[in-house]
């Protein structure tokens, strides 16, 4: 729980990025509580933490959606990047009103941020993303909506096992128990989380 007055500030900046975050909120009982799809939802959470990111990033850095480009590789391209934390301007910035993509340069980026809506157990995908990206960037975070774990030491466990996988953080905004669904928001993990944006260099 928050203990001062930043991490009272900090702390209400997760619950509104929580509102505007969760996809079920646009569910309807007349529409029979659809499920939007997995990808949207990754893409509504993505480009709100973005948001939050770019209000903390010390000057010169920026955060965008995109891929990591290594020019003396052949110009050799990344996997897709959820979030991508560089400094100075991108080899390329594709920017529209449906779309803001960016090419950045392996010498630009300092951090990639994988985000997912949820995590029980590190996937097989997960350790293929890590290791694959590992070639292109410094640092890679897992950022997470839900930690499904019936305690903090359970999500404890699975920040260690993904730090062993390749990842150098992980953040999560809400434990949720998989057993009575109760429901406990980790202020700790993004003011954490916050702290490291800020302190970028």
């Known amino acids: 729980m928050p203990t001062t007055r930043a991490d009272a500030v900090i702390a209400q900046e997760l619950d509104e990025l929580l509102t505007k975050s969760t996809p079920y909120a646009l569910a309807t009982p007349q529409l029979g509580n659809p499920t939007i799809h997995d990808f949207v939802k990754g893409l509504i959470l993505s480009t709100n933490i973005i948001d939050v990111v770019d209000k903390h990033l010390p000057n010169g850095y920026r955060a965008n959606w995109?891929?990591?480009?290594?020019?003396?590789?052949?110009?050799?391209?990344?996997?897709?990047?959820?979030?991508?934390?560089?400094?100075g301007k991108p080899f390329k910035l594709i920017e529209n009103k449906s779309i803001r993509f960016a090419l950045v340069g392996k010498k630009q980026t300092k951090v990639v941020i994988q985000v997912r809506s949820g995590i029980q157990s590190i996937t097989y995908e997960d350790r293929i993303y890590c290791k694959k990206l590992k070639k292109f960037v410094p640092q890679i975070w897992y950022v997470v909506e839900c930690c499904w774990a019936n305690s903090k030491s359970r999500?404890?466990?699975?920040?260690?096992?993904?730090?062993?996988?390749g990842y150098n953080q992980f953040f999560y905004f809400i434990i949720k128990n998989y057993n009575n669904q109760t429901i406990s928001i980790g202020y700790d993990s993004f003011s954490k989380f916050i702290r490291l944006i800020k302190n970028m260099r």
């Open 155 to 165: 999500a404890k466990t699975i920040g260690r096992e993904l730090k062993k996988t």
């Open 66 to 87: 995109g891929q990591v480009i290594d020019e003396k590789d052949g110009n050799t391209l990344s996997k897709e990047c959820d979030i991508i934390i560089y400094k």
